[in-house]
């Protein structure tokens, strides 16, 4: 069956240092790769798209890899701070379908 | 003014009542969708409109309906509410003929969202 996993436990990191997040899928051949912050009790918020010919997009202090061979992206946010605090959802789009499908997404915790 | 809008953004019903949920874009996106999260599930798709003669089932449609009345406005329907559809509703648009990637991209907008209880 086709699944995306990402790290169901937080992740709990000091101030300063690399948050790394991980998306893994199984029976998807995904055209492209999509990263999405949640606040609580708020919608999502794109931030960074990578495509299936692409290895590395960068944005500021964001970083998304993309390995079609392992079937993973990871996701890194370099210096964090407090104010990163969220749930970091990925989703993906395969082929000739124009329906995202989301990960449960992973909640990152940033202490000062 | 938020580009994506959802009305009401909290509801508390009956068992056997039908609520309907309304979603209104000022993005001048074609593509809308409306989505339901629950904890741990992630966001699951119901029903989603490419444009305003276009509507297609998702993942979990049944008990739910939808209507497109114009390219700006999408609404969800709980025709007989149940207990276990108590959930955080989004509803989402995109745009089919730009996005961050010229196109193929079609990076989605969501609005604030509505909790819906159902006692």
């Known amino acids: 069956s086709q699944k995306i996993e990402q790290n169901s436990e937080a992740l709990n990191i000091q101030e300063g240092k690399t948050a790394t997040l991980t998306c893994n899928y199984t029976?998807?051949?995904?055209?492209?790769l999509q990263w999405y912050r949640q606040d609580p009790g708020r919608g999502p918020v794109f931030l960074l798209l990578?495509?299936?010919?692409?290895k590395e997009k960068r944005k500021e202090r964001l970083k998304v890899t993309f390995d079609t061979t392992l079937k993973q992206s990871l996701f890194h946010i370099t210096a964090s701070q407090p104010a990163d605090s969220a749930t970091y959802l990925c989703?993906?789009?395969?082929?000739?379908?124009?329906?995202?499908?989301f990960g449960t997404g992973t909640l990152l915790a940033v202490q000062p | 003014d938020a580009d994506v809008t959802q009305t009401p953004r909290n509801r508390i019903t009956k068992t056997g009542k039908r609520i309907m949920l309304e979603c209104s874009q000022t993005?001048?996106?074609?593509?809308m969708y409306w989505y339901r999260q629950d904890p741990g599930l992630g966001l699951q798709l119901i029903y989603y409109?490419?444009?305003?003669?276009?509507?297609n089932k998702g993942e979990i449609s049944d008990g739910y309906s939808v209507s497109r009345q114009a390219q700006a406005k999408f609404s969800l329907s709980l025709e007989s509410a149940i207990p276990n559809q108590t959930a955080l509703y989004f509803c989402?648009?995109?745009?089919?003929?730009?996005?961050?990637?010229?196109?193929?991209?079609?990076?989605?907008?969501f609005g604030p969202g509505t909790r819906l209880t159902v006692l």
């Open positions: 989402a648009t995109s745009d089919s003929t730009t996005g961050t990637s010229g196109g193929a991209g079609n990076e989605q907008f």
């Open positions: 029976n998807y051949s995904p055209a492209y």
């Open positions: 990578i495509r299936e010919n692409e």
């Open positions: 989703a993906l789009r395969g082929g000739a379908t124009n329906k995202l499908i």
């Open positions: 993005k001048g996106h074609d593509r």
């Open positions: 409109s490419f444009d305003v003669k276009d509507i």
